[in-house]
């Protein structure tokens, strides 16, 4: 019998104090401490994960199966009813139109001017400290000041937008009404472009210099380089960049910051191109107070962007350069 | 208990995952986490019940659900001062208020609009009935009580009459309008009578001709016409036209009938001539305060309320008058209250006569003299009326219009089966294409009836 086959025949509970059994001991004890420290920090994002993400998505599975409306005494359970709803309801397949719409517009378009100003800031220019703090600053704004200063901005009657306009000749806009408003609401994403320039940044500074120099000895242009080595090498940053700023664009709750009543019921009046599918939720839960019928509405937007994540990941699986050891990715 | 649930090898025998020194695997860590959570919210959910059931009168607390502008932190001290009681207030929310029902800590006074959230709480069985407590109080007296307080009766059908669930704290007749006469004399247009009404269409025509553009702008507004909330107005406007919007047991609304279609054929028509706001031209302020005293809106839908803004300018007051509520030709002269905001104690409150107490002092003691001086709405005791603003000779003119309009008060019931806000959300989904002239009057009344009307049914049911 070897020593460790004594020791699991002998040991009753892991604690064994025979002599010539230390080095399985310490083992089990260093492992057992391994396995307490992993917990321990793994514990506060674990809690929190199953308390503020696990159970209120598995309350709202439930809720989706209802009529609940927070209130009234008799709800009861419709099975897959909200689910059939939604399909049939226009407002719905409306909403998650615009919002696809709004997103396939709105993510190139911040990526591209988030990283515009990632190459010009990364150039060596006087004051570089400078433009980079400017450019950044909207994005420190609150989205709530935020959207009021569009909104008076962009006000038909006293706006200063109107005003340039009128100084051209040019007649007052209904600018947060259609057909309009869906132009202030890109502005508003274009406006924070700040955080993808940051990112961008990091991403430009991480490339090493020696590559581009040995280019630019080889003869390459800038654009060359910029079009074969920078945008390879950055190219895990605008995956990230890009699955990142389509789910946050599909749960974008920036028209009801543009809208003029932002309560539930009130933003059912934002124009209808600013009327995106977190809109039509919120209204549903706050403003129709159907529970259910919204929970539904949720679960399949959590669905659509599983599915939208996968097929980002899939389509750009051959043009994404990972700067990593090939036998350590395997 | 909570924490030897939680220890590692509670579970016993030796040799089982649990044993003490044996590492935890990842199942058993999710289940302890989950019953340490949902022990640690148990005894937290016992502590707020404990704090709460404890009040009961002078020298307790008492938990408002109301907005930043109803109950300010120098009241909230002079309650102290005056009867004893710690107000703890949160900020209202619908979905916290739900929240807070839900789990069976409700607040012990909760704001509500009468006119449309005493049926709809009332029909749920969420609100606690009044009457015993009026009957007894010295301060409350029903014969004391304005007839805008039975918005906050129901009956279990009918809104208006039966036990009393809340009360107003002040109230404006919100079908009136304030008009400013530098503007009408500006552009030649004739006042409206003092004590008379003016018929909508005149209204229309007067707005219409006070506008000002420029540059594509509207520089002056010629009116605003929108009321507090818009079922609410339209029901107005449909009893005004002679009719009423809702059927006999408020199960459905009917937009086709002849005098509901004539109010919403006014008010579309309103919108679409861009006199004023409405949701296609909206007011970046989101009330007409502002423009009305920046001499850009010449008359306002406002009643008696906005005067406690208009008393504090000293160059508007005197070019400011309030008249009296439209009516429609051929239709009834009714100024109803299409507010009524007040509060209410939910039947579950653990606290009700301390709530009680806090209700009496609000309504009918300091808090309700100084808001019937302020000039921000009518007193809702009527015995208070002596002490709205009559210094000036403008206040005394708005007062006397203000005195001759009470006469037309009336109830408009609303339905219990929804909310406002889900009709005005579905009317606002609906109503724009109308607004911009793609869609006929006639096709949106069609529309608007097939909507809510799915709305009220699917609240019928729930209500039961």
Redesign the interface.
């Known amino acids: 019998m070897t020593v460790d086959q004594m020791s699991s025949v002998t040991r009753p509970s892991g604690s064994a104090q025979v002599a010539g059994r230390v080095w399985p001991r310490r083992r089990s004890s260093v492992a057992a401490r391994r396995h307490r420290a992993f917990y321990m920090f793994a514990s506060p994002w674990i809690a929190g994960f199953a308390l503020l993400t696990v159970a209120p998505m598995s309350y709202a599975l439930w809720l989706s199966f209802t009529t609940y409306d927070g209130i009234s005494p008799n709800w009861h359970y419709v099975g897959l009813g909200n689910y059939r709803e939604l399909f049939s309801d226009a407002q719905t397949w409306d909403s998650l139109g615009r919002t696809g719409l709004f997103a396939i517009t709105s993510v190139p378009l911040s990526i591209v001017a988030g990283l515009v100003l990632a190459v010009l800031v990364n150039r060596p220019i006087r004051a570089r400290g400078l433009f980079r703090t400017l450019l950044y600053l909207p994005a420190v704004v609150p989205p709530v000041g935020a959207g009021i200063a569009f909104k008076q901005l962009f006000d038909q009657n006293s706006g200063a937008a109107n005003g340039v306009l009128n100084l051209f000749g040019i007649d007052a806009l209904g600018w947060l009404a259609d057909p309009y408003a869906r132009y202030v609401l890109i502005m508003t994403v274009l406006w924070t472009a700040g955080n993808i320039m940051i990112i961008s940044l990091a991403g430009l500074q991480d490339i090493p210099r020696e590559v581009l120099e040995a280019a630019r000895i080889d003869g390459a242009s800038a654009w060359r380089s910029f079009r074969s080595i920078t945008l390879p090498l950055l190219s895990p940053v605008l995956l990230f960049q890009t699955v990142t700023g389509v789910i946050a664009s599909v749960q974008t709750i920036m028209p009801l910051l543009l809208a003029p009543d932002p309560t539930p019921a009130g933003i059912t009046a934002l124009p209808q191109s600013n009327y995106l599918y977190m809109m039509h939720v919120f209204a549903q839960y706050f403003a129709f107070g159907r529970y259910g019928y919204a929970s539904a509405l949720l679960w399949v937007l959590f669905v659509l962007i599983l599915v939208a994540t996968g097929l980002i990941f899939k389509s750009t699986s051959g043009v994404v350069f990972y700067n990593v050891d090939p036998e350590a990715k395997k | 208990m909570h924490s030897q649930a939680g220890a590692p090898g509670a579970s016993g025998a030796?040799?089982a995952p649990g044993?003490?020194?044996?590492?935890?695997s990842r199942r058993r860590?999710?289940a302890l986490?989950?019953a340490g959570?949902t022990a640690g919210a148990a005894s937290l959910s016992g502590c707020a019940l404990q704090v709460s059931s404890a009040a009961s009168g002078a020298g307790e607390t008492v938990t408002v659900m109301a907005k930043s502008g109803d109950i300010s932190t120098d009241l909230i001290k002079q309650a102290q001062n005056d009867i004893g009681v710690k107000i703890e207030t949160v900020l209202y929310s619908?979905?916290k208020l739900?929240a807070m029902?839900?789990n069976g800590n409700p607040p012990d006074l909760v704001r509500g609009v009468g006119a449309v959230d005493a049926p709809y709480?009332a029909a749920?069985?969420?609100m606690e009935n009044l009457d015993p407590y009026f009957a007894k109080s010295t301060v409350l007296k029903s014969d004391d009580l304005d007839p805008v307080n039975d918005l906050w009766r129901y009956d279990g059908r009918t809104q208006g009459k039966g036990p009393r669930y809340g009360m107003a704290k002040d109230f404006s007749q919100d079908s009136m309008f304030w008009y400013n006469t530098a503007l009408f004399d500006r552009a030649g247009v004739e006042y409206p009578p003092e004590l008379e009404p003016v018929t909508y269409e005149e209204w229309l025509d007067k707005a219409k001709r006070l506008t000002r553009r420029k540059?594509?702008?509207?520089?002056v507004f010629g009116g605003s016409y929108n009321g507090v909330l818009t079922p609410n107005m339209l029901a107005s406007l449909t009893v005004a036209a002679g009719g009423n919007l809702f059927t006999d047991d408020y199960s459905r609304v009917d937009f086709t009938s002849p005098e509901a279609r004539k109010a919403l054929g006014w008010y579309i028509d309103y919108c679409r001539t861009r006199v004023g706001p409405s949701?296609?031209?909206?007011?970046?302020n989101?009330w007409d305060g502002p423009t009305f005293q920046a001499n850009r809106l010449a008359m306002s839908n406002s009643g008696y309320w906005l005067g406690g803004l208009i008393n504090t300018d000293k160059k508007l007051a005197p070019l400011s008058r309030l008249a009296p509520a439209p009516v429609f030709e051929g239709g009834r002269r009714v100024s109803p209250c299409q507010a009524g905001t007040g509060f209410w104690i939910p039947s579950k409150s653990h606290n009700k006569d301390a709530a009680w107490r806090v209700f009496e002092w609000f309504f009918g003691e300091a808090p309700a003299k100084a808001r019937a001086s302020g000039g921000w709405g009518i007193p809702t005791l009527k015995s208070l009326r002596s002490l709205m603003p009559s210094q000036a000779p403008y206040q005394k003119e708005v007062l006397k219009v203000q005195k001759a309009e009470l006469n037309h008060f009336s109830v408009i019931a609303f339905t219990p089966y929804a909310?406002?806000?889900?009709l005005?959300?579905?009317f606002?989904?609906i109503a724009?294409a109308a607004m911009n002239g793609r869609m006929s009057v006639d096709r949106l009344a069609g529309q608007l009836n097939s909507a809510m009307n799915e709305?009220l049914k699917?609240?019928k049911?729930?209500?039961?």
């Not at chain 2, 044993?19 to 935890?24: E, Y």
């Not at chain 2, 949701?279 to 970046?284: R, S, W, Y």
């Not at chain 2, 909310?419 to 889900?422: C, R, V």
């Open positions: 030796p040799g044993h003490p020194g044996a590492p935890l860590f999710l986490s989950a959570a619908i979905s739900i029902m839900t709480f749920r069985g969420v540059n594509g702008a509207t520089t949701i296609i031209q909206p007011d970046p989101t909310t406002a806000d889900s005005y959300a579905l606002n989904q724009p709305q699917r609240g049911e729930q209500v039961g």
